[in-house]
Nanobody, 123 residues
């Protein structure tokens, strides 16, 4: 069993900040990638940011959030964070974490998804 628990969403005014967390627990052998996606009403789910688990962690960001959002991870806690600054109304969406992990030494990597957390930015 693997469980992902997200936290940190909420309502904030434009220009404000929020920090999302996603903690993975359960039968986990290793994690190779952790990411954040979001889905606004009537729109497709899109990648916001991702980070690899090896070394210092390579990151990638959607153009729309570069310079405002920062992804980080704590490998010891199997947790990924998303620091969101200078929030805009267009950042309003449900945010989901995606953790690519394997449960056994020789097993394949699978994606596991969090339950989603609502972020609402008022103008």
């Amino acid at each position: 069993q693997v469980e992902l628990v997200e936290s940190g969403g909420g309502l904030v005014q434009a220009g404000g900040s929020l920090r999302l967390s996603c903690a993975a627990s359960g039968s986990i052998f290793s994690i190779n990638y952790m990411g954040w996606y979001r889905q606004a009403p009537g729109k497709e789910r899109e990648l916001v940011a991702g980070i690899t688990s090896g070394g210092s962690g390579s990151t990638n960001y959607a153009d729309s959030v570069k310079g405002r959002f920062t992804i980080s991870r704590d490998n010891a806690k199997n947790t990924v964070y998303l620091q969101m600054n200078s929030l805009k109304p267009e950042d309003t969406a449900v945010y989901y974490c995606d953790v690519q992990l394997r449960r056994h030494y020789s097993g394949p990597y699978y994606s596991y998804w969090g339950q989603g957390t609502q972020v609402t930015v008022s103008s």
